[in-house]
Protein backbone atom coordinates (compact mmCIF):
# COMPACT_ATOMS: atom_id res chain seq x y z
CA UNK A 1 0.00 0.00 0.00
CA UNK A 2 2.99 2.22 0.57
CA UNK A 3 4.20 1.49 -3.13
CA UNK A 4 1.14 2.97 -3.83
CA UNK A 5 0.69 6.36 -2.22
CA UNK A 6 4.39 6.86 -3.12
CA UNK A 7 3.44 5.97 -6.75
CA UNK A 8 0.74 9.08 -6.82
CA UNK A 9 3.41 11.63 -4.93
CA UNK A 10 5.82 10.57 -7.78
CA UNK A 11 3.45 11.23 -10.58
CA UNK A 12 2.41 14.65 -8.98
CA UNK A 13 5.68 15.87 -7.73
CA UNK A 14 8.07 14.35 -10.96
CA UNK A 15 5.61 15.23 -13.30
CA UNK A 16 2.16 17.18 -13.08
CA UNK A 17 3.98 19.91 -11.08
CA UNK A 18 6.36 20.41 -13.39
CA UNK A 19 5.12 23.49 -15.00
CA UNK A 20 4.65 25.60 -11.54
CA UNK A 21 8.22 24.67 -10.56
CA UNK A 22 9.30 26.33 -13.44
CA UNK A 23 7.85 29.24 -12.58
CA UNK A 24 8.83 29.05 -8.80
CA UNK A 25 12.23 29.18 -10.43
CA UNK A 26 11.85 32.06 -12.48
CA UNK A 27 10.58 33.93 -9.79
CA UNK A 28 14.50 35.29 -8.42
CA UNK A 29 14.74 36.27 -12.02
CA UNK A 30 11.42 38.22 -13.18
CA UNK A 31 8.50 38.89 -10.43
CA UNK A 32 6.71 39.67 -13.83
CA UNK A 33 7.45 36.47 -15.78
CA UNK A 34 6.68 34.08 -12.29
CA UNK A 35 3.37 35.57 -11.80
CA UNK A 36 2.31 35.47 -15.72
CA UNK A 37 -0.53 32.87 -14.89
CA UNK A 38 -1.84 35.31 -12.44
CA UNK A 39 -1.86 38.19 -14.77
CA UNK A 40 -3.69 35.84 -17.33
CA UNK A 41 -6.45 34.84 -15.48
CA UNK A 42 -7.26 38.65 -13.51
CA UNK A 43 -7.12 39.92 -17.51
CA UNK A 44 -9.61 37.50 -17.90
CA UNK A 45 -11.82 37.96 -14.96
CA UNK A 46 -12.05 41.51 -16.01
CA UNK A 47 -12.82 41.34 -19.43
CA UNK A 48 -15.50 38.90 -18.14
CA UNK A 49 -16.99 41.39 -15.56
CA UNK A 50 -17.21 43.94 -18.15
CA UNK A 51 -19.36 41.61 -20.27
CA UNK A 52 -21.15 41.22 -17.83
CA UNK A 53 -22.06 44.72 -17.11
CA UNK A 54 -23.00 45.35 -20.01
CA UNK A 55 -25.62 42.89 -20.50
CA UNK A 56 -27.19 43.76 -17.46
CA UNK A 57 -27.43 47.82 -18.88
CA UNK A 58 -28.25 46.29 -21.87
CA UNK A 59 -31.33 44.13 -20.18
CA UNK A 60 -31.97 46.95 -18.21
CA UNK A 61 -32.28 49.35 -20.97
CA UNK A 62 -35.00 47.44 -22.56
CA UNK A 63 -37.14 47.02 -19.81
CA UNK A 64 -36.87 43.04 -19.60
CA UNK A 65 -36.04 43.30 -16.06
CA UNK A 66 -38.75 42.91 -13.86
CA UNK A 67 -38.01 45.61 -10.51
CA UNK A 68 -41.46 45.30 -8.93
CA UNK A 69 -41.21 44.60 -5.05
CA UNK A 70 -42.76 40.93 -6.09
CA UNK A 71 -40.08 39.92 -8.53
CA UNK A 72 -38.58 37.95 -6.06
CA UNK A 73 -40.01 36.18 -2.95
CA UNK A 74 -36.45 37.63 -0.99
CA UNK A 75 -37.74 40.68 -1.31
CA UNK A 76 -41.41 41.12 0.24
Given at each position: MKAF???????FVDFL???WDA????EPH???????INWILMIICCVAIV?????LKLHADN????TTSTAHSFLE
Open positions: FEGIETLFWPLRSLTWWGANVYWCKQGEED
